[in-house]
T-cell receptor, first 111, second 114 residues
Framework: KQEVTQIPAALSVPEGENLVLNCSFTDSAIYNLQWFRQDPGKGLTSLLLIQSSQREQTSGRLNASLDKSSGRSTLYIAASQPGDSATYLC??????????FGDGTTLTVKP | DAGVIQSPRHEVTEMGQEVTLRCKPISGHNSLFWYRQTMMRGLELLIYFNNNVPIDDSGMPEDRFSAKMPNASFSTLKIQPSEPRDSAVYFCASVNMGQRAGYTFGSGTRLTVV
C-alpha cells in the first residue's frame, strides 16, 4: 500500500526566501506525481505534473523534482511571495490508477 | 473548457435527510474520482470510475454512501441518510488516463449536516 508523507507539516518564511517542500512515498512503482496548491476553503489547483520517466518539471518560480529510487519529490519555490501562502499537496499515482495524497505542507510567507 | 463542475457549492442539511452531490467531468476525460476532505483525515478517495464503470469503491465509508455515473458527462454521490459526521468538503476530479495527464479537480461541495 502506497504511503505518502509530506514534511514539514507547516512552514513559515519571510518574503523573498527560496524554499523546498518535501514529499516521500513508499512504493516506487509510480505512474506520475502531481503537486497541487490549495487555498483555504478552495479546491485543488494543479501546479506541476511529473511523469515516472521524468526527473523534473518547471513552471515559473516553481521547480519539482522526482527521484523514484529514493521515493522522494521536492517542490522548490524561488523568491517566495505572500501570495504563495497556501497548502501544498503532492499526489502519487500508482500504476493501478489511484492516487495517494500526502497531508500537505501549509506554507505562510510573511511580508 | 469550463473545468470540472460540481454542484451545489454549499449544502446544509438536517441529519437523516438525503443529500445528492453532482459532478460534470471535463469532456474527453475517461476517469472520475470522488474525494472527501476533512481536517482530521485529509483527502480520502471514496470511489473512482473508469469509462463510467466503478473500479474501486473501497473508500466508501458505509452503505449510506452510493455513487453513480450514468454517462461520461455526469456523476452523482448520494448520502442517505446523512449524519453530522459526513460533514466535509467533497471533491470530484477527472483525468484522461490514456494521456498520462494529471488530475483536474472541481471546486468542491462543502456539506454541513446539522
Amino acid at each position: 500500500k502506497q504511503e505518502v508523507t509530506q514534511i514539514p507539516a507547516a512552514l513559515s518564511v519571510p518574503e523573498g526566501e527560496n524554499l523546498v517542500l518535501n514529499c516521500s512515498f513508499t512504493d516506487s512503482a509510480i505512474y506520475n506525481l502531481q503537486w497541487f496548491r490549495q487555498d483555504p476553503g478552495k479546491g485543488l489547483t494543479s501546479l506541476l505534473l511529473i511523469q515516472s520517466s521524468q526527473r523534473e518539471q518547471t513552471s515559473g518560480r516553481l521547480n519539482a523534482s522526482l527521484d523514484k529510487s529514493s521515493g522522494r519529490s521536492t517542490l522548490y519555490i524561488a523568491a517566495s511571495q505572500p501570495g504563495d501562502s497556501a497548502t501544498y499537496l503532492c499526489a502519487v499515482k500508482t500504476n493501478a490508477g489511484k492516487s495517494t495524497f500526502g497531508d500537505g505542507t501549509t506554507l505562510t510567507v510573511k511580508p | 473548457d469550463a473545468g470540472v463542475i460540481q454542484s451545489p457549492r454549499h449544502e446544509v442539511t438536517e441529519m437523516g435527510q438525503e443529500v445528492t452531490l453532482r459532478c460534470k467531468p471535463i469532456s474527453g476525460h475517461n476517469s472520475l474520482f470522488w474525494y472527501r476532505q476533512t481536517m482530521m483525515r485529509g483527502l480520502e478517495l471514496l470511489i473512482y470510475f473508469n469509462n463510467n464503470v466503478p473500479i474501486d469503491d473501497s473508500g466508501m465509508p458505509e452503505d449510506r454512501f452510493s455513487a453513480k455515473m450514468p454517462n461520461a458527462s455526469f456523476s452523482t454521490l448520494k448520502i442517505q441518510p446523512s449524519e453530522p459526521r459526513d460533514s466535509a468538503v467533497y471533491f470530484c476530479a477527472s483525468v484522461n488516463m490514456g494521456q498520462r495527464a494529471g488530475y483536474t479537480f472541481g471546486s468542491g461541495t462543502r456539506l454541513t449536516v446539522v
